[in-house]
């Protein structure tokens, strides 16, 4: 039930994977998302979100590394219509490679961004704790003109979201 709305700002949580693989592809990805208007329709005529997984390898905010070096880039996408809570699903062999998306690091930020709104649109990401598997931290990146910011809330900041990753693809 808690939400975070980020308006036009790209937001991204940093994440710990769990278990112990260098190696890892991520072979799906998933996290909850709302998006809200005042009628059946949102009022901006092309609503769009983009997605981006990065490497903490960047100039240090208050000694922590920003998210940097980009791995993955969904480009901009349509979000459709209002509703109260979805789920963007990416995969295997449509979003990512057949054999899933290197990850070429145990911690990572995962980022989103939303475009178009028009006015009383509202679109943002769910916000869940505590992690089940892997771990994260309490607080947020934000993105203010390519200058990362490190921010907490009153309450652990983690977004919805589940990755699948599996060790070295190999044939058999």
């Known amino acids: ?5 980020p308006g036009t700002q790209e937001i991204g949580d940093q994440i710990i994977l769990g ?6 592809y991520i072979t799906s990805f998933s996290f909850e998302f709302y ?5 059946a329709a949102f009022a901006g005529a092309n609503v769009e979100a983009r997605v981006r997984f ?16 980009s791995f993955y880039d969904s480009g901009w996408f349509s979000v459709g219509g209002p509703t109260a809570r979805d789920t963007f699903n990416f995969t295997s062999g449509s979003d990512f490679p057949t054999t899933g998306l290197f990850v070429p690091v145990n911690e990572m930020t995962w980022s989103v961004q939303f475009q178009g709104m028009g006015a009383g649109d509202q679109l943002g990401v769910s916000i869940y704790s505590p992690s089940t598997v892997g771990l994260t931290y309490p607080d947020y990146w934000q ?12 309450l652990p900041m983690n977004f919805a979201a589940k990755i699948d990753a599996v060790p070295e693809p190999s044939s058999v």
Not at 54 to 69: Q, V
């Open 1 to 5: 039930l808690t939400r975070l709305n």
């Open 19 to 24: 278990g112990t693989s260098a190696d890892r």
């Open 35 to 39: 998006g809200l208007a005042t009628g």
């Open 54 to 69: 990065y490497e903490n390898n960047g100039p240090a905010f208050n000694g922590y590394a920003t998210p940097n070096n």
């Open 143 to 154: 993105n203010n003109a390519g200058s990362w910011t490190l921010l907490t809330n009153s």
